[in-house]
């Protein structure tokens, strides 16, 4: 919804209308667009109210930083009259209020902001209004098969599914096949979720990700971590994406030394040891400089396991190759694996697959899985 | 909306019934929850129709990937009588059609996907529709400027704003001042905006970003495409995020040279060669490691650019620093500039503003504006 009072009242009344719960994010900055505050009162009637503890904490944010506070600012301290503050992350108070039988709950935009107050307020709340109920989800991971192959293999399952439900996320070359359940407790849903989970796994075979972790990222560094081991990355086409998958999580440090990113031959050649027959035959584009950059990083950085990605993300093709055409290779416990995959879509799409079959296919190495 | 018959043709109703045009995301997928073309159908009253041209281009798809279709992916061929199909871009067509004043249009929910249809068909049609009114957006760039600061600077400009509307956009350490104007063509509409950006730009001075581009990565490749110059990166806390975004853009070969993210000490010293003075006194994370980051980089790759970055991105403190303290360097043309910046929320807006501080140095030690 735009930045007009009137609309924005008009879609929270709509939305009250229909649901128990409306979250709003966005509108709560100290500038004059920001008409969240305002639109709420608006749409269930009441007046905005100065919170003078909200007034104190926005002088000491500035204080802390030894910048004086813009006027505008106090603006962030107004909140529909009966509404509860939902302590500030950045400058922005979040709140909350009830009306009739509904809750509206109004967030920062900023994602961060917003996360953080979901984590520790509203999720809370939301739990507490349950009441005896918990929603409970887990997702199997799936490399290598797409969507609609994936979904052939356990579509019996889709269509008799109730309670787990069934549902698919896909990008960027993984699909993740999420389970939901509702039940009493998480002990319970949890044992609706398990059989179901089991049988996916059993159907899908190989292509589904076995590890601890919401991300292969995550799943490579629990398995270094638990091993002691370390990992350095050597990248192409990517520019610094899979290194900085690797360190998206805190306590990267634990596992990853670091990466080379080679965008030129010379830098290929240089830095991480590609020979130039290598280079020259098959090409900066092949399985075998995809190999030798993978060995090529861990003899760098003195790492365990090397991991590689050379490709064309496009939009033009390069050396001959077609635009899409993607080799990873990891090097790990004395082997060398190399895997070719056809990427598709735009630059960012080609570039995002390139990491997760980087990861994957480092994940299957440690693992022994090849 | 959730993939619910029900809850979906109701959504449409309501939007249609506020809105002159609708546009849908998601759902056209192959899968049994895939039900926005039923849902169209539903609101507007009409039954679905198999297109026997989708489902020659469908069978193709497969065909050219030497895979076998799976039948259920015949559905993605139906759609509601009297729409129009939109070439697809993986194996989902979209759709648009009228219904009484309004036009409903369904794109599919993968990003590159939706995208791409957007660019080739939606925009068109949308521009078509509006007949002889153009909207024009640009977008100025502020770095070390808050959004609270960067509007008291020009809150006179925003109250009086009608065309150009004036808006912010915040994140990772950059606001962008989006004015957008309207007017009968685009030369008039660049009449309406260029008179209040460039007040704009005076007042906000220095924290204006200056160069052809809408992302400060574009600007600075674009600043050495034109001198013919060569841009190399080292990282610390940004685990590869700067060269990612250096590389984001198709054509990045010809100023990016490649990178190191150096995750340890040893790394620092060993690839980089700084020194062990800098490391063991000031430390990791200071202005004089940064510096000799970014000169390392340059001399490494032969760049004649060398960016940098080091510094705590938490969630814990490292070596005595708290987290958020970011030094960020650019080594250019025989000089070295560093910067302390002041990071501030989670690990992800740490990194983000590390790469936003980094890249907006670097720029300005290429335009010498330091």
Known sequence: VGDNLGRMTR?????????DVVILTGGL?????????????????????????????LRAFFERRDRAMPEQNLQQAD??????????????????????????IALPGVPWEMENMMTKTV???????????????????????????????????V???????????????????????KARDVQRALE???????????????????????????????????????????????????????TKLGGASDFFLGSVVAYTNDVKGKVLGVSRDALTGPGAVSDDVAAQMAEGA??????????????????APHDGKPVGTIFVGAAYGGRTETRRVQGYGDRDNVRGMAVTSALDLARRAVQGRP
Chains 1, 2 share one sequence.
Do not use: C
């Not at 999720?123 to 192959?149: C, F, N, Q, W, Y």
């Open 192 to 246: 609706l979720i398990d059989p179901v989970e089991e049988e996916i796994r059993k159907r899908l075979g190989g292509a589904a990700v076995i590890g601890h972790g919401s991300s292969l990222a995550e799943i490579v560094g629990e398995l270094l971590r638990s091993r002691e081991e370390s990992a350095a990355t050597a990248e192409s086409l990517t520019g610094g994406l899979i290194g900085a998958e690797l």
């Open 123 to 157: 999720i809370p709340l939301l739990r507490a209004r349950a009441g005896d109920a918990v929603t409970v989800s887990k997702e199997v991971m799936v490399v290598g098969l797409g969507e609609s192959h994936t979904h052939e293999l356990i579509s019996d399952l």
């Open 298 to 315: 861990a003899a760098l950085f003195g790492a365990d396991l090397g991991i590689s990605a050379t490709g064309v993300a496009g939009p």
């Open 11 to 19: 879609a929270i009344e709509t939305a009250l209308g229909r649901s």
């Open 79 to 104: 909140l529909p009259e009966g509404a509860k503050a939902i302590q500030p992350e950045g400058t922005a108070p979040g709140f909350y209020l009830h009306h009739s039988s509904g809750l509206v």
């Open 29 to 57: 900055g100290p500038t004059p667009d920001d008409i969240t505050r305002e639109a709420v009162a608006a749409a269930v009637g009441r007046r905005l109210v100065r919170h003078d503890d909200l007034v104190a904490e």
């Open 159 to 181: 269509d008799a599914q109730t309670n787990p439900t069934i549902a698919y996320l896909a990008g960027h070359g993984l699909v993740r096949v999420r389970l939901t359940s």
